[in-house]
């Protein structure tokens, strides 16, 4: 039996939104169960936790038939995502950041410059704000500052990625930008998951021809939790870094190498030195500052000291070595930002030499905040710098920032509050311990950054806002001796805190109503450096049909 028997049985086409290959079987599910036909005996049709399903024995059905449906798919998906491209109006919704025109964005992708322009693709789901078969979107920049819709360059429309295309990286290679992603799955009742590591080429209109899979089984000892391959060259050859868990429900770095960039070689599982660390270990990034070695992570099930810290979605940079051999030795390792939201960070070299660095402004498993009434949730950061200085990493917003400020003015804070008059701006104080600053607030609404002496920590306290899901405190130990610096970020619904130029970092996504633009200063009588930003966010939606 052919493929395009099973075809003609699920209606056609037009009536096929899944197709999947299990062993030794091909399996489509449909829209409309009405419109199937009476199947034979050796097709099984049944429903799959309320999707149903036709099945047949994967017999002469090349993997080249099921691409040439999953085109015919991917047509469709993309026809369907376009009509929720037009962004909703809303109050939180960001000037400068970028955030999604309706449904759900969570990681950045592919962040890579390639002939002459700044590559940024976003996982997007347009339905709805959550969780599901994610997409990949494309922006483009020349300056870093001003993205520009581009596409929906990939869809989950094949076989081995009709669950999701899953996080990755992408390669500027011999002229042509490869995508790697992992191709994600659920098969049967149990949703067995199925991950594949993927490459597709970008085509020259920005939507992205598959290749398929370039891993397609697992190495030794992991789960299914295997993805977000991330590539880079190194000691005369690719490496493919892949997030990875092990059969004992251990956080690992798996890494494979090639020559070519499509056969790939497993070498090894690394991370033994700091294990135990979390069940999962995602979004792996690996890189020089100044000469040295580091690797960013994301470990899951980290627990915290501290009571108010209960999430368990962290993000870690480790200062690493690679030996002769090519082997990874963990040495230490920190927190990129220590607040609320910054997770599966991705980075790259810019034209001039810098490490840039973009994160998704959001956590796994929150899916309701406010934005969600008008029907889209979570963004991406700010653009950091990293150095590597004195034995620190130092993160700084990118110098192309300054473009966004409108005037620079001096503001004297204190407890009068200061109308703002927007929600959108960079603020430049420094505090003294015992003083708390109140921003984006009313009087019934605002976030305080608050540096308590007694407990020598700055506590970024989001509980009187409207947020919904998550933690509302963060706390930050630092030093009582002198003075600290912050250079605050403010986005209508954000907040990026840079301390002591540098040293550390709080984000976190904060939701007060428009009008709440005060500003307020306790114990203490301070100037600050004060600039509103400026709107950039319209060319990162497609344009109006």
């Known amino acids: 039996m052919s493929l395009q028997f099973l075809i003609e049985l699920a209606g056609g086409v037009d009536n096929i939104v899944r197709i999947l290959s299990p062993q030794g079987r091909v399996v489509v599910a449909v829209k409309?169960?009405?419109?199937?036909?009476?199947?034979?005996?050796?097709?099984?049709?049944?429903?799959?936790?309320?999707?149903?399903?036709?099945?047949?024995?994967?017999?002469?059905i090349s993997d080249e038939d099921l691409a040439s449906l999953g085109r015919l798919i991917a047509k469709k998906q993309i026809a369907s995502a376009q009509q929720h491209l037009q962004p909703t109006t809303c109050s939180y919704r960001p000037q400068w950041h970028i955030s999604p025109p309706q449904g759900l964005l969570n990681d950045p992708n592919g962040f890579v410059y390639h002939n002459g322009e700044y590559y940024l693709f976003y996982q997007w789901y347009p339905y709805a704000c959550e969780h599901k078969d994610k997409y990949w979107?494309?922006?483009?920049?020349?300056?870093?500052?001003?993205?520009?819709?581009q596409s929906i360059a990939l869809t989950p429309s094949d076989w081995f990625d009709s669950h999701g295309v899953f996080s990755g990286h992408a390669v500027s290679h011999d002229g042509e930008l490869l995508l790697f992603y992992t191709g994600n799955t659920r098969l049967g009742h149990d949703r067995q998951r199925q991950t594949m590591q993927c490459v597709a080429r970008l085509s020259e209109d920005n939507t992205a021809e598959k290749l398929g899979p370039v891993i397609r089984t697992l190495p030794a000892g992991v789960t299914e939790h295997f993805r977000d391959p991330k590539i880079l060259y190194r000691q005369n050859k690719w490496h493919m870094l892949l997030g990875a868990q092990t059969t004992d429900l251990q956080g690992r770095l798996a890494v494979y190498h090639s020559n070519d960039l499509m056969n790939w070689d497993f070498d090894s599982l690394y991370g033994d030195e700091i294990a135990p660390f979390g069940y999962m270990w995602e979004c792996p990034d690996m890189f020089e500052l100044n000469g040295d070695l580091f690797f960013v992570f994301g470990p899951q099930g980290i627990k915290s000291d501290n009571p108010k810290h209960t999430i368990e979605h962290q993000n870690r940079i480790y200062h690493v070595e690679q030996d002769s051999e090519g082997k990874i030795h963990f040495l230490e390792g920190w927190k990129l930002d220590a607040g609320f939201d910054f997770y599966a960070p991705q980075s790259m070299e810019?034209?001039?030499?810098?490490?840039?660095?973009?994160g998704w402004m959001g956590l796994p498993d929150e899916v309701n905040q406010p934005s969600c009434d008008?029907?889209?949730?979570?963004?991406?950061?700010?653009?950091?710098?990293?150095?590597?200085?004195?034995?620190?990493?130092?993160?700084?917003?990118?110098?192309?920032?300054?473009?966004?400020?409108?005037?620079?003015?001096?503001?004297?804070?204190?407890?009068?509050?200061?109308?703002?008059?927007?929600?959108?701006?960079e603020l430049n104080v420094e505090l003294p311990w015992g003083s708390a600053l109140t921003l984006m607030s009313d009087d019934n609404y605002g976030v305080k950054l608050q540096l308590d002496t007694d407990k020598g920590v700055l506590r970024f306290d989001r509980s009187q806002t409207q947020i919904r899901e998550g933690d509302v405190?963060?706390?930050?130990?630092?030093?009582?001796?002198?003075?600290?610096?912050?250079?605050?970020?403010?986005?209508n619904s954000s907040l990026e805190v840079f301390i002591n130029h540098g040293e550390h970092v709080m984000t976190g996504r904060v939701f007060t109503p428009e009008s709440a633009t005060q500003i307020i200063l306790e114990g203490a009588n301070v100037s600050a450096e004060f600039a509103p930003l400026k709107s950039v966010v319209e060319s990162t939606f497609a344009p109006a049909v």
């Open 350 to 358: 810019t034209e001039d030499g810098r490490r840039v660095m973009v």
């Open 32 to 60: 409309d169960a009405q419109k199937v036909l009476p199947c034979p005996d050796s097709v099984q049709a049944e429903s799959v936790l309320g999707e149903w399903q036709l099945s047949m024995p994967r017999v002469d």
């Open 374 to 425: 008008n029907g889209w949730i979570h963004q991406l950061t700010a653009l950091r710098e990293l150095k590597w200085e004195n034995g620190k990493i130092v993160q700084t917003p990118i110098c192309e920032l300054a473009e966004l400020r409108e005037s620079v003015s001096s503001l004297e804070l204190g407890i009068s509050p200061v109308d703002a008059q927007t929600k959108s701006f």
């Open 473 to 491: 405190i963060r706390e930050l130990p630092l030093d009582t001796d002198k003075a600290v610096h912050l250079q605050i970020l403010a986005d």
């Open 137 to 149: 979107v494309l922006l483009k920049s020349r300056n870093l500052v001003n993205w520009n819709w």
